[in-house]
């Protein structure tokens, strides 16, 4: 009897990881030029949001977001309630190294007719949405849109070559995401069955769309508590 009941256990305790999803990796990162973002009151009848062609930035080692959380105090009769929201995420993407047009393009800076980029205190970066996918422990893939990102210039780092053995070098371009001014949405995502669904999902159509609260149903949400019996 008690090997029995262990044995049932171990089999709740690996179907529980079963069912766990877990982030696998990192499936390169995309981006496209914010051309429009207007809300309904800045043009005086229907909210406008508009993107440029979705362009491909390969390789890109790691993406870090830290969410950016405002919380406020709201004190009633008997009690403080805290009203808590999320506005959007302080972003980090890792490379070996960011072409210097890639930056250029980013970060909305000057190419001269002789390929000289210039940098100047007056560059206002461009806005960008900025999506990648990352693929889960079951097989599924997780797809990301940040619908209004701006970035800033890259981390540098260099060292002379010696006898020693050199340490990996690396950019980091920081980005500060936003909601949009049109429908004040900053992030849509979903999780897919195939790596295909997912990169269908990471197309511009899907960034082209006003998102408008209240449209959508409350999602059902799987905690995992009962566990699946064999």
């Given at each position: 009897?008690?090997?029995?009941?262990?044995?049932?256990?171990?089999?709740?305790?690996?179907?529980r990881?079963?069912?766990?999803?877990?982030?696998?990796?990192?499936?390169?990162?995309?981006?496209?030029?914010?051309?429009?973002?207007?809300?309904?009151?800045?043009?005086?009848?229907?909210?406008?949001?508009?993107?440029?062609?979705?362009?491909?930035?390969?390789?890109?080692?790691?993406?870090?977001?830290?969410?950016k959380?405002q919380?406020?105090?709201?004190?009633?009769?008997?009690?403080?309630?805290?009203?808590?929201?999320?506005?959007?995420?302080?972003?980090?993407?890792?490379?070996?190294?960011?072409?210097?047009?890639?930056?250029?393009?980013?970060?909305?800076?000057?190419l001269?007719?002789?390929?000289?980029?210039v940098?100047?205190?007056?560059?206002?970066p461009?806005?960008?949405?900025?999506?990648?996918?990352?693929p889960?422990?079951?097989?599924?893939?997780?797809?990301?849109?940040?619908?209004?990102?701006?970035?800033?210039?890259?981390?540098?780092?260099?060292?002379?070559?010696?006898?020693?053995?050199?340490?990996?070098?690396?950019?980091?371009?920081?980005?500060k995401?936003?909601?949009?001014?049109?429908?004040?949405?900053?992030?849509?995502y979903?999780?897919?069955?195939?790596e295909?669904?997912?990169?269908?999902?990471?197309?511009?159509?899907?960034?082209?769309?006003?998102?408008?609260?209240?449209?959508?149903?409350?999602?059902?949400?799987n905690?995992?508590?009962?566990?699946?019996?064999?």
């Amino acid at each position: 009897l008690h090997s029995t009941s262990r044995r049932q256990r171990q089999m709740c305790i690996r179907d529980r990881y079963k069912i766990m999803q877990i982030r696998t990796g990192l499936k390169g990162l995309r981006i496209a030029k914010i051309i429009s973002d207007k809300s309904a009151a800045m043009t005086g009848g229907e909210p406008k949001v508009e993107y440029d062609e979705v362009k491909h930035l390969l390789n890109v080692q790691n993406i870090d977001l830290t969410a950016k959380t405002q919380t406020t105090d709201v004190d009633s009769d008997d009690c403080t309630d805290v009203l808590s929201k999320c506005t959007g995420y302080d972003g980090k993407a890792q490379r070996t190294m960011f072409s210097p047009a890639e930056q250029a393009m980013l970060l909305d800076e000057t190419l001269t007719e002789d390929g000289i980029y210039v940098s100047t205190e007056k560059d206002d970066p461009a806005e960008f949405a900025t999506g990648f996918m990352t693929p889960l422990n079951d097989g599924k893939t997780l797809a990301v849109w940040l619908l209004r990102t701006k970035y800033s210039t890259s981390d540098f780092s260099a060292e002379t070559a010696g006898t020693e053995k050199l340490n990996p070098q690396s950019d980091t371009m920081s980005f500060k995401s936003m909601a949009r001014r049109a429908d004040g949405v900053w992030r849509i995502y979903g999780v897919f069955d195939t790596e295909k669904e997912a990169d269908a999902f990471l197309t511009v159509e899907k960034i082209n769309k006003i998102y408008a609260k209240g449209t959508t149903s409350t999602p059902t949400v799987n905690t995992g508590d009962t566990v699946p019996k064999e």
